[in-house]
């Protein structure tokens, strides 16, 4: 079955600066890589996904970028906040018609420093 | 916005006692989801459900646990005999039936106590 490998574990930025989060899968039917931002105590946010057939998707301050051929996708925040502190997950799937089953990865737990 | 309910969003049980975990999908969706996640730990896939019937389960989802979709609208997680190490959030989600919709949304969870 499917495995998501998440790194780092930690991280630590300064306000301001760029985060960036890398995940890689095993199964190369997985089509669907969505990324879910989670607040202590709460259920995880979906924040940014991104399809097989595209390379980069980006939305304000997220992007996600995809490399198929290596099997690996990253999240990239830019002008980091101190909102922005939270776990984030990557996970993956096969998605087909609509059914949708994620496998995660560890989570990242990010930490942005006024 | 539609959203995924649940309820309780805190239950404590004794070791060796049942509970179900109560969930209301989106009105529309056809596909059930239930996760489960240990305190700092991932999101673990627990069981998938559609047509009334389990169509995905994983490792963890052994025989102390089944779901149910008793009515139109509930879609329910049972413990049979609760551990421990069942202590975990449990979270339900839905999906919709097209090609359209890709990201889901989780319920709020169930925080699930063990003692």
């Known amino acids: 079955g499917e495995n998501v490998e998440q790194h780092p574990s930690t991280l630590s930025v300064q306000e301001g600066d760029s985060a960036v989060i890398k995940c890689t899968y095993s199964?190369?039917?997985?089509?669907?890589f969505p990324w879910y931002k989670q607040e202590l105590g709460k259920r995880p946010q979906l924040i940014i996904d991104?399809?097989?057939?595209?390379g980069e998707k980006k939305d304000q301050r997220i992007a996600v970028t995809l490399n198929k051929t290596a099997k690996h996708f990253s999240l990239h925040i830019t002008e980091t906040q101190p909102e922005d502190s939270a776990v984030y997950f990557c996970?993956?799937?096969?998605?087909?018609?609509?059914?949708?089953?994620?496998?995660f990865g560890a989570g990242t737990r990010l930490a942005v420093h006024p | 916005e539609p959203e995924v309910t649940q309820t309780p969003s805190h239950q404590v049980t004794q070791m060796g006692q049942e509970v179900i975990l109560r969930c209301v999908p989106i009105?529309?969706?056809?596909?059930f989801y239930w996760y489960r996640q240990i305190l700092g730990q991932k999101v673990e896939f627990l069981v998938s459900?559609?047509?009334?019937?389990?169509?995905?389960k994983s490792e963890i989802f052994d025989d102390q646990f089944s779901v149910e979709r008793p009515d139109g609208s509930n879609f329910t997680l049972k413990i049979r005999s609760t551990k421990l190490e069942d202590s975990a959030m449990y979270f339900c989600?839905?999906?919709?039936?097209?090609?359209?919709?890709?990201?889901?949304?989780f319920g709020s969870g169930t925080r699930l106590t063990v003692v």
């Open positions: 989600a839905s999906s919709a039936p097209g090609q359209g919709d890709y990201g889901y949304t």
């Open positions: 199964d190369s039917a997985s089509n669907y």
């Open positions: 991104i399809r097989s057939n595209v």
């Open positions: 996970a993956a799937s096969q998605k087909s018609g609509g059914y949708n089953k994620l496998i």
């Open positions: 009105s529309n969706h056809l596909y």
């Open positions: 459900f559609y047509n009334n019937e389990i169509s995905e």
